[in-house]
């Protein structure tokens, strides 16, 4: 099969298409021939060398997103047959024409959405959920901020937060506003010419967010932390702005009664990784459609071309997902 291939760790350039084995399939797993994959900032780390040369439990190879048929089924799978369309998130392989999931880590692609918008939801709708429902307990009628609201995992937590019948707040560049306007945002702000601190303050009469959704670390904390109502909550799914000189205003954590919590996909046991799909898949894929949810698509590559899509990514001109194609 052909596949993306890398040497050595650095730029875009690295990346090659060249020949790789076939998965070999295991008790488990669904063979599926994957006919897109979705790009996501961990495949950028993957490449500069942030996780060394791993094996993510399905393959050495890079991506962990897919959309695909499957072409053979594994002695222990139910629920899934040959032929059937899936999309998933899967440890390692997805930059491949062929690629092994986990069948409890599969869903099935809902009627009505093609590849490529199925390869563009799992990694940041999973995790959209984790963060908002599962683990920030966002309630109907309570104000959510979410960080970087027109991208990948923001633009899921957009339209998520909408729907449960929250007030959204988010913070995008101002070209992007009447996107995440269109996802669902009741308020938009921009993050290079306002300070989000002072829009949540005036929009909540001085209360602050039930919920911040955060991926940007250091730069933010002390005013999200500042930015929280009494008994608020924060979730911390990311780090893109660094993680030095992060300061904690102590008092008001501790006579607000606030929780500070931080979660990542990639290090949790395959079981939760189980668990985090599966309250997914039953909370929302049957929402997804014409007229419910749907990924945001920024651009599509072919597979060949996955060295200029990481690019686009690494230069932060993507609004919503970049996807490739086999």
Same mark, same amino acid.
């Given at each position: 099969?052909?596949?993306?291939?890398?040497? !050595?760790?650095?730029?875009?350039?690295?990346?090659?298409?060249?020949?790789?084995?076939?998965?070999?399939?295991?008790p488990?797993?669904?063979?599926?021939?994957?006919?897109?994959?979705?790009?996501?900032r961990?495949?950028? &780390?993957?490449?500069?060398? @942030?996780?060394?040369?791993?094996?993510?439990?399905?393959?050495?190879? %890079? @991506?962990?997103?897919?959309? +695909?048929?499957?072409?053979a089924?594994?002695?222990?799978?139910?629920?899934?047959? #040959?032929?059937?369309r #899936?999309? +998933? =998130?899967? +440890?390692?392989?997805?930059?491949?024409?062929?690629?092994?999931?986990?069948?409890? %880590?599969?869903?099935? =692609?809902?009627?009505?959405?093609?590849?490529? !918008?199925?390869?563009?939801?799992?990694?940041?709708?999973?995790?959209?959920?984790?963060?908002?429902?599962h683990?920030?307990?966002?309630?109907?009628?309570? &104000?959510?901020?979410?960080?970087?609201?027109?991208?990948?995992?923001?633009?899921?937590?957009?339209?998520l937060?909408?729907?449960?019948?929250? &007030?959204?707040?988010?913070?995008?560049?101002?070209?992007?506003?009447?996107?995440? *306007?269109?996802?669902?945002?009741?308020?938009?702000?921009?993050? /290079?010419?306002?300070?989000?601190?002072?829009?949540?303050? *005036?929009?909540?009469d001085?209360?602050?967010?039930?919920?911040?959704?955060?991926?940007?670390?250091?730069?933010?904390?002390?005013?999200?932390?500042?930015?929280?109502?009494?008994?608020?909550?924060?979730?911390? =799914?990311?780090i893109?702005? @660094?993680i030095?000189?992060? *300061? =904690?205003?102590?008092?008001?954590?501790?006579?607000?009664?606030? /929780?500070?919590? +931080? &979660?990542?996909?990639?290090?949790?046991? !395959?079981? #939760?990784?189980?668990?985090?799909?599966?309250?997914?898949k039953?909370?929302?894929?049957?929402?997804?459609?014409?007229?419910?949810?749907?990924p #945001?698509?920024?651009?599509?590559y072919?597979?060949a071309?996955?060295?200029?899509? !990481? /690019?686009?990514?690494?230069d932060g001109?993507?609004?919503?997902?970049?996807?490739?194609?086999?």
């Amino acid at each position: 099969m052909k596949a993306i291939l890398f040497e !050595q760790f650095g730029a875009a350039d690295v990346l090659k298409i060249g020949d790789a084995p076939d998965p070999v399939l295991r008790p488990t797993d669904l063979l599926v021939r994957t006919h897109a994959a979705g790009v996501n900032r961990a495949d950028l &780390t993957h490449r500069r060398g @942030g996780y060394g040369w791993p094996d993510f439990g399905d393959s050495t190879i %890079m @991506g962990l997103e897919i959309a +695909g048929e499957v072409v053979a089924v594994g002695s222990e799978v139910t629920g899934y047959q #040959v032929g059937d369309r #899936v999309m +998933g =998130i899967v +440890g390692g392989g997805a930059y491949a024409e062929m690629a092994r999931i986990d069948y409890r %880590m599969a869903m099935p =692609i809902p009627e009505g959405l093609d590849y490529v !918008q199925a390869a563009a939801i799992t990694e940041v709708f999973v995790t959209a959920h984790e963060a908002l429902i599962h683990l920030g307990k966002l309630e109907p009628g309570e &104000t959510v901020l979410v960080h970087a609201g027109a991208g990948g995992v923001g633009g899921a937590a957009v339209q998520l937060a909408h729907a449960v019948g929250a &007030t959204v707040i988010t913070t995008a560049q101002a070209s992007a506003h009447a996107l995440v *306007r269109k996802m669902g945002a009741d308020h938009a702000i921009d993050y /290079q010419t306002e300070d989000f601190a002072e829009v949540v303050a *005036r929009l909540t009469d001085n209360r602050g967010a039930n919920l911040i959704l955060d991926f940007i670390g250091a730069p933010y904390f002390e005013r999200n932390v500042n930015s929280l109502d009494f008994g608020g909550r924060m979730v911390q =799914i990311g780090i893109m702005g @660094g993680i030095e000189n992060a *300061r =904690i205003p102590l008092d008001r954590l501790l006579y607000r009664h606030l /929780q500070i919590i +931080g &979660t990542v996909m990639k290090s949790r046991s !395959q079981e #939760v990784k189980h668990a985090m799909s599966r309250r997914f898949k039953e909370r929302w894929l049957s929402q997804f459609g014409k007229d419910g949810l749907n990924p #945001v698509i920024d651009s599509v590559y072919p597979l060949a071309q996955a060295g200029a899509a !990481q /690019q686009r990514m690494e230069d932060g001109l993507n609004v919503g997902k970049i996807v490739l194609t086999m």
